[in-house]
């Protein structure tokens, strides 16, 4: 929707991923294009962390494949990590240091050597993190978390980022910013995955995939979705139809 | 290798060494709280044993005797008694740990150049603190034989056929020579091994718990790399505990080092990133802190029991002798001990060395195979 961009920089071929024998993710096929917001949704269980988990090369498929930015999670699991950046659905980040301290360690880890300057001055802009820079991060409210957390998984400027729930527990006025944030990475080309369960947050996406008990049940744009399942639905409606399902 | 990454890592590992002033306070105070509690421990168990002495010679001589015992410092004379029987009520009472009887021939028997028996009592129910007495109490006997027979040749008399003193310790217990000198160099590896491999192996176990580990795999970074950048800040700490305890030692229990200190120093490197990294090897082994400690407390014991901090491994059946060999702390105890009270330098003590290095690479390899950059 923001760019003329079909590129598909993520593709999934069948993914699988069993844990003894449970089914998690039970063979799902998509694909994201570059500088798309895309969205996995779904229940509690349905399998968005385990996919997401997946293709940042955290957990090795059961079977299947997926390319992540040109490389193998499978196969080349450490080149995904490089390429990407990822946001956990816990804060991730060093409580015990000060938001700029986090900033140069993940510049460090990612080489960023002499961009560093510039990367740090961007990130602190784009993700509003103005002053914050000697505060402790463990004291930071949850929306200034957010962003730093999303500011440290972008300081080396990935062409995708996975995002885990990243609006989990935040108040709308931080989410409501947070997705201003989200929106103007994409508008500069990067393709943002984002997994979510609050369904409100549903029509933002140019893309969504409904997972349902780590089965693939709907693909396309909420429009299109809404379709599928009848225009009579809503994206809320078929969430809590999915959900009653399962349970 | 990614000099950047690794320094990153370090930097980051010291700034949370920093903002957690608590336990570096407790990595520091810790050994000498140690030190100070083993060390006087010792010094005082061992040292001064009240004695009560039953002199029926009453001679010159016999008095000697006596005194060169106080003078080793493991004696202190209570009070004179009046038959063996006193004696022996002193020391079943408590009153008296130990009881010297000198024979009423004493100062004859030595004259005449017959042995003259003497009888040291000790109560033995500790036998770690009357080892050293008793030890004492021979030493004495030996040392007085020595300068009779020397007093007497020296004179062109003829040479004694039997030995002027015969010191008699009972009940005789295997009599080892341990004491604060000797325990000290021990603590050192013993301190350095159990908190730097506590400390480390609760540090990627923490990162687990607390989440940032997640965050943490999914960078470039490569495992080696936050392995050693983990280790790195501790080997700090590790210096630090080395060079406290040695002066701590050297001011209150008057330890000698008699080897070169560069030696010590150099060889304690290889022992610190040996237990940092079987620290980290054990970090590796457990999902939560809870585990971790369980773990870590199974290399506590036997470093403690098995190593010869406390024992001579001498003395060990062979089995333990051979768990013993797999510990770093039992090869690091022969080094501090040959460096510090034996003079050594670091010539005598390759095997050691070679052992520690061997130690070093293995843990750190271990922890490197072990540690995942997935979250499976």
């Not at chain 1, 062409?159 to 997705?179: H, I, K, Q, S, Y």
């Not at chain 2, 901090?309 to 770093?328: D, H, K, T």
Request: with cysteine.
């Amino acid at each position: 929707m923001n760019t003329e961009d079909r590129r598909v920089v993520v593709e999934l071929r069948d993914l699988v991923k069993r844990f003894g024998n449970v089914t998690a993710v039970a063979g799902v096929s998509f694909t994201i294009n570059a500088g798309e917001i895309f969205g996995i949704l779904g229940p509690n269980g349905s399998g968005k962390t385990t996919t997401i988990r997946m293709l940042c090369g955290l957990i090795s498929p059961t079977s299947g494949s997926a390319l992540v930015a040109g490389a193998d999670v499978a196969r080349e699991p450490e080149r995904v990590k490089s390429r990407i950046g990822y946001m956990s659905q816990a804060f991730g980040l060093y409580r015990d240091l000060t938001v700029d301290e986090n900033l140069a360690f993940y510049g460090g880890v990612y080489g960023l050597g002499a961009e560093f300057a510039a990367r740090l001055s961007w990130a602190k802009q784009a993700m509003r993190l103005g002053e914050l820079g000697g505060r402790l991060s463990g004291v930071l409210s949850g929306g200034q978390k957010q962003r730093l957390a999303l500011a440290c998984a972008m300081m080396h400027a990935p062409e995708v980022v996975f995002l885990d729930e990243p609006t989990a527990g935040v108040d709308p006025a931080a989410r409501r910013l947070f997705w201003t944030i989200i929106r103007e990475r994409a508008a500069e080309g990067v393709t943002m995955i984002v997994t979510t369960h609050y369904m409100d947050e549903a029509e933002r996406f140019d893309r969504l995939a409904f997972l349902s008990r780590g089965h693939l049940v709907a693909l396309g744009s909420p429009a299109e979705v809404k379709h599928q399942f009848g225009e009579s639905h809503s994206l809320e409606d078929i969430f809590v139809d999915l959900q009653e399902k399962d349970s | 290798m990614n000099a950047e990454r690794l320094v990153a890592m370090v930097k980051k590992e010291f700034v949370q060494m920093r903002r957690d002033p608590a336990t570096l306070r407790l990595m520091l105070a810790v050994p000498v709280i140690q030190l100070l509690v083993f060390g006087f421990a010792v010094r005082t168990d061992v040292r001064n044993l009240p004695t009560v002495v039953f002199d029926q010679s009453r001679t010159q001589e016999s008095r000697a005797f006596v005194q060169a015992l106080v003078a080793t410092d493991n004696f202190a004379v209570k009070r004179e008694v009046r038959s063996y029987a006193e004696a022996i009520e002193a020391v079943d009472a408590g009153q008296a740990r130990a009881a010297v009887v000198m024979p009423p021939d004493y100062a004859r028997n030595l004259k005449r150049g017959d042995t003259a028996p003497v009888q040291v009592l000790v109560d033995a129910s500790d036998p770690t603190a009357s080892q050293s007495a008793i030890a004492a109490a021979q030493l004495v006997g030996q040392r007085t034989n020595m300068t009779l027979v020397a007093a007497r040749t020296s004179a062109g008399g003829n040479p004694l056929t039997n030995l002027p003193v015969d010191v008699r310790v009972r009940p005789l217990y295997n009599p080892a020579l341990a004491n604060a000198i000797f325990i000290v160099p021990g603590l050192i590896g013993m301190i350095l091994s159990n908190t730097l491999i506590i400390i480390t192996a609760l540090t990627v176990v923490r990162e687990r718990e607390t989440g940032t580990l997640e965050q943490l795999i999914v960078t470039p970074l490569a495992k080696w790399e936050i392995m050693l950048g983990k280790i790195a800040p501790y080997v700090l700490v590790g210096y630090v505990q080395l060079t406290t305890v040695l002066v701590v030692g050297h001011w209150v229990f008057h330890v000698p080092i008699r080897g070169p200190l560069p030696a010590l120093y150099g060889a304690s490197l290889l022992f610190i990133i040996a237990s940092l990294g079987l620290g980290l090897f054990i970090s590796t082994l457990g999902r939560n802190q809870a585990q971790v400690m369980q773990i870590a407390f199974l290399f506590l014991l036997p470093n403690i029991l098995l190593s010869g901090f406390m024992w001579p491994r001498e003395a060990m059946p062979a089995a333990a002798r051979w768990v013993g060999m797999i510990l770093p702390l039992t090869h690091y105890l022969r080094l501090v001990r040959g460096i510090v009270l034996k003079g050594n330098g670091l010539t005598e003590l390759w095997p050691q060395l070679l052992a520690l290095a061997a130690f070093a690479l293995v843990f750190f390899a271990f922890a490197t195979r072990r540690f995942s950059k997935t979250l499976e």
